[in-house]
């Protein structure tokens, strides 16, 4: 074979660097003279952003692959259990407005359409939430709960779950593992230089200290400042800033009143007049940050919105300000580079989509990782084709959660609701969605990051009606219905009497730790 | 109830137990912890599995009793109908707990104490068996209790050294029990666990000589044949669902 992709050189490590290499090193072998070599270049003084503290589900699936142990994951990353996401003060800004985004399907989900019947309880009044009535997940969430019990096997589940994690503390525990198990080559230096062959593949990184690092394939992971894609090759960068308006982060870290406060299974996401804010409960913190656009609001007035929400405690505690640039570059893969994480682009984590992208990544490249340079170029090309719908859907996703707001008291949400302001595929979808529920084949990849149930979530927890009258026929099999609604109560009361709380299970893994079986 | 005290022969000196009401501690076990040493004469009349402890997550081997909560198949009429009663059962109501000594800072050892069960039904101040003669003497039957505890102390030692070896070696597996009675009603079992037979004879010479050299190979055979006896205990449930 002509031209063989021997060495992988990744440039920065950060998670998304390290997840990459991880990936890769344990697909193809690099502790065994035969595999192909890793080879991650990170620089000693660049500090890792270390936002995106929210996961997928696909994380455990991740750590599996690179053969980590789940209870060491969770020990040493400060880890937590995610169910999900409840919105707060997102449809009309009331104290008691909320909805669910679990990471558990609706029941009977692609069986039959009990979103339908739903939307009928609903109009007769015998409905509570949409969450609540076709999954059993909010009713854990809500009382504090986790996900598992201390005799379920690492990585197995009783509802669906992902994490939270201290991003900083996962970089390090990735870099030891592909560095000790995985036969990753660290190099810590910085990189001055590339050096580029007559076909403009980068021939090596050049090195203040370690000289040329030759490789045949370059990962881009040197965050914001993209230096291989965005800097050398000058892909430009696509600006979705017209559609997702927030731009900047006021983020703190906040401690426990004490070491029993409950730790909540579910990323708490608050409305609030331009923007909202995240709250994550890790195992010794809590992540806090505002997301705002600037437009819509001044600093001093962010700051001071952030500080009621954390309350007293707030004067004593470091405020970071992470600027939002919204949008990907116009291409991922370009010549024998390709860039993951943050030097491919960045929106807003309202739906933790920053490290599920890092991870779809790292899968697609080690999974499709050409064996010869000649056939790069065909790997490259659906690579960029399965990104590019990705990163779209994703910002259809975000933004679906804008337009079906009510809220009026700033110009923030109005908006958000200009049509000028929303994609064409999305008004596509919604036109279709006004008169049925979102289903699998609206979406056309194999590998959706948001399945059909997130948008049902969205939308009818968001009090958005589908309207069935034409086709009323869809309301025909009543013992699906109830069957998957009394099922559901079922499942809610047992979870309920089986499931530990998330703060006793989690002192749980710490003192002894999951079985593997 | 349990209020754990630990035995003197001042406050103990006329204590009795009364031997035919130790059995009543197993009356409501469906499952219950045992160690290696007992493993031979367990084996004749019960299944022997693991289970996860329920505080801490972990592997424990217990012995089946029953089907469900509370249900001990081998408790009829106010007595243990089994040939042999584990370890666990017999030596009620007297435990060993660990008592720390935190002025003695140069040793942190912890002492070892013998304490009995307060809310125990088999404590009595007139029939039974006495702990101590009226000298303060410990006796026979006291020193055969404290034999018992032993045991257990030791027993504990070697289910680790085998707990050890079986996950190491990838040799437990769960085994879910799907079984319908007499009376048409069914169970399904879960989280119970026992020794992947498969995995067992794909072992390499280096593990196998490992398990025979620390002695363990006896304890998993004993381990796999005992699962016969999940027939023997359906055979007691379907004869009790009659009865009633």
């Given amino acids: ?517 | 109830m349990t209020h754990l005290v630990a035995v003197d022969n001042k406050n103990h000196l006329n204590t009795k137990i009364d031997l035919s009401k130790i059995e009543q501690h197993g009356a409501d076990l469906h499952l219950v912890p045992v160690v290696l040493s007992e493993f031979i004469h367990l084996a004749v009349q019960y299944p022997i599995v693991l289970t996860k402890h329920g505080e801490t997550g972990q592997f424990v081997f217990s012995a089946m009793l029953g089907f469900e909560k509370n249900e001990n198949l081998f408790w009829q009429e106010e007595q243990w109908q089994g040939l042999y009663v584990p370890l666990q059962v017999r030596r009620q109501p007297f435990f060993i707990e660990a008592i720390e000594h935190q002025n003695n800072s140069e040793h942190d050892n912890n002492e070892l104490v013998v304490c009995v069960n307060m809310e125990s039904p088999a404590l009595s101040n007139n029939t039974g068996e006495a702990l101590f003669d009226i000298n303060g003497q410990e006796s026979t039957f006291f020193q055969e209790a404290k034999d018992l505890l032993a045991q257990l102390l030791t027993g504990e030692k070697e289910n680790n050294l085998l707990l050890e070896s079986l996950t190491l070696m990838g040799l437990i597996q769960p085994m879910s029990l799907d079984i319908t009675f007499v009376d048409q009603s069914s169970t399904k079992l879960l989280g119970l666990y026992t020794i992947d037979q498969e995995k067992l004879t794909s072992l390499s010479k280096e593990q196998v000589l490992t398990l025979y050299q620390a002695g363990l190979l006896p304890s998993i055979y004993t381990m796999i044949t005992s699962l016969g006896q999940v027939h023997a205990l359906i055979d007691l449930k379907n004869k009790r669902l009659n009865y009633y």
């Fill in chain 1, 1 to 517: 074979m002509s031209n063989p992709i021997k060495t992988v050189v990744i440039v920065g490590g950060g998670i998304a660097g390290w997840l990459t290499a991880g990936r890769l090193a344990a697909k193809h072998k690099a502790a065994e003279p035969n595999g192909v070599k890793v080879v991650l270049v990170e620089s000693p003084n660049i500090a890792a952003i270390g936002v995106g503290e929210g996961t997928w589900p696909t994380m455990r699936n991740t750590l599996l692959a690179l053969g980590v142990s789940e209870t060491d994951f969770i020990r040493e990353c400060d880890a937590s259990f995610k169910q999900g996401a409840k919105f707060t003060k997102w449809v009309d800004g009331s104290d008691n407005d909320f909805y669910y985004h679990p990471l558990v399907l609706p029941q009977g989900f692609g069986k039959g359409d009990l979103a339908a019947h739903w939307l009928a309880k609903e109009n007769d009044g015998s409905s509570s939430s949409f969450s609540n009535d076709v999954c059993f997940q909010e009713a854990i969430c809500e009382q504090g709960l986790a996900p598992n019990r201390l005799e379920t096997p690492e990585y197995a589940d009783v509802a669906n779950y992902a994490y939270h994690l201290d991003s900083g503390k996962f970089a390090v525990f990735l870099q030891k593992h592909c560095t000790n198990v995985l036969g990753v080559r660290h190099i810590i230096d910085n990189v001055t230089d590339i050096n580029t062959g007559e076909n403009g593949d980068i021939a090596s990184v050049i090195t203040l200290e370690n000289g040329n690092v030759e490789g045949d394939l370059f990962v881009d992971c040197t965050g914001f400042s993209s230096l291989l894609l965005g800097k050398h090759y000058q892909v430009p960068f696509k600006s979705c800033s017209d559609v997702l308006f927030v731009d900047t982060a006021l983020a703190v870290q906040v401690p426990y009143e004490n070491v029993n406060q409950e730790i909540a299974s579910h990323t708490i996401s608050t409305g609030q007049e331009a923007g909202w804010i995240w709250d994550i409960g890790l195992q010794h913190r809590r992540g806090v940050g505002y997301v705002y656009s600037s437009k819509h609001s001044s600093e001093e007035q962010a700051r001071a919105l952030l500080a009621k929400y954390v309350g007293d405690k707030f004067d004593a505690l470091t405020v970071r300000k992470i600027p939002i640039v919204s949008g990907h570059r116009e291409k991922f893969w370009q010549n024998n580079c390709v860039a993951v994480g943050l030097s491919a682009g960045f929106l807003e984590p309202l739906e933790a989509s920053a490290l599920v992208l890092v991870e779809l990544s790292a899968q697609m490249i080690s999974e499709q990782l050409p064996q010869s340079r000649d056939i790069m170029d065909i790997v490259a090309k659906r690579f960029n084709e399965t990104f590019l719908y990705r990163w779209e859907k994703i910002i259809d996703f975000l933004k679906l959660h804008y337009i079906l707001s009510k809220r009026t008291d700033n110009a923030f949400w109005t908006d958000n609701r200009d049509p000028q302001s929303i994609p064409e595929s999305l008004k596509e979808s919604m036109a279709l969605w006004q008169y049925r529920a979102p289903a699998d084949n609206d979406f056309t990849s194999n590998n959706e990051v948001f399945p059909a149930a997130s948008y049902q979530y969205i939308l009818y927890g968001m009090g958005f009606k589908s309207d069935y009258s034409q086709t009323a026929y869809a309301l025909d099999d009543v013992d699906f219905a109830q069957h998957h609604f009394t099922q559901n109560k079922k499942l809610i009361e047992k979870a309920i009497s089986i499931l530990p709380k998330n703060r006793e299970l989690i002192n749980k893994v710490i003192d002894f730790g999951f079985n593997r079986i």
